[in-house]
């Protein structure tokens, strides 16, 4: 496995596909935007003019697309690019998408003896640029431990989930769980301050108390309680209000499609298009949520 052919090299694409190189990949990328695919030139793959050029002597092809219509589009169809792939070739859907569209893609892929595996990631640009993310997969044994080198030249931790679409579902059951302990670490910090507390004494009680938890502990939303994540910096970077709302979106189709009861996802993602209405807040990084429950100066 030494020739990848990488589709998509935007904010989370670019950093990943610069990994590869790092550890001795020869990566051919394509995207449709210019300067995207000269960035990733920069950092040493090498420039297709299109995703079929991109594919030739592939022997993986790797996609981190910004959503399920784009997945589908590029592989689907009599000119997707599942018709041109060489039977063997290994396919590996990084992008955050509906699992029926990840299914689909992956059961179309079978039909023309490609293995396919969806393997959405955790941990953000950050994570991305250090190649540290977690790969959470589905698919079957053999298409895991194919991509397992692959995977680990760009992440940390590669779990694997269950079968097709499996990656994608874990993907986003923890992202509603995510907005979910966010939301209330945010209204908890907030009734505190309201009643006279400093936020930082707060966090400090409630992490060493039943209270704790990954967003009060690793990304706290107040401001100036923590130094290096988006509420120190006015919000900028990390993981965007708008990101946020995709997976949420998704994972309230999942919910209705399996039936399941989410009522505090359903909260989470009303929560998250009252603030993300305001096209300012869209953009901000989704601790964010916390200006939601504090009061203008002077209240
Ligand atoms: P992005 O918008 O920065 O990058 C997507 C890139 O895909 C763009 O450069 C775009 O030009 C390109 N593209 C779109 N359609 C294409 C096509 N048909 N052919 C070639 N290129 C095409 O998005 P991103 O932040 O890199 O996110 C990518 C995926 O990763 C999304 O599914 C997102 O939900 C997921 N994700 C993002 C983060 C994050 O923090 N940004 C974290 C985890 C997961």
Known sequence: MKN??????????????????????????????????ESAVASGCHKAESAHAAIDGADAVVSMLPSGEAVRSLYLGVHGLLQAMTPGTLLIDCSTIAANDARQVIAAASERDIEALDAPVSGGTAAAAAGTLSFMCGGSDGAVERARPVLEAMGANIFHAGPAGSGQVAKICNNMLLAIHM????????????????????SEI????????????????????????????????????????????????????????????????????LHGGDPINKVLDFSSIQNLFRRPVGD
Do not use: C, H
């Not at 988006?230 to 919000?235: H, Q």
């Open 4 to 37: 990848i052919a990488f589709i998509g090299l935007g904010n989370m694409g670019g950093p990943m596909a610069a990994n590869l190189v790092k550890k001795g990949f020869a990566v051919t990328a394509f995207d449709l935007s210019a300067p995207m695919l």
């Open 183 to 202: 939301i209330g670490t945010a209204e908890a910090l907030q009734l505190g301050v309201d009643n006279g507390l400093d936020p930082s004494v707060l």
């Open 206 to 273: 409630m992490r060493a108390s039943s209270g704790g938890n990954w967003s009060l502990e690793k990304y706290n939303p107040y401001p100036g309680v923590m130094e290096n994540v988006p509420a120190s910096r006015e919000y900028q970077g990390g993981f965007s209000v708008a990101l946020m709302l995709k997976d949420l979106g998704l994972a309230m189709d999942t919910a209705a499609g399996s039936a399941s009861s989410t009522p505090l996802g359903a909260l989470a993602k009303n929560l998250y298009q």
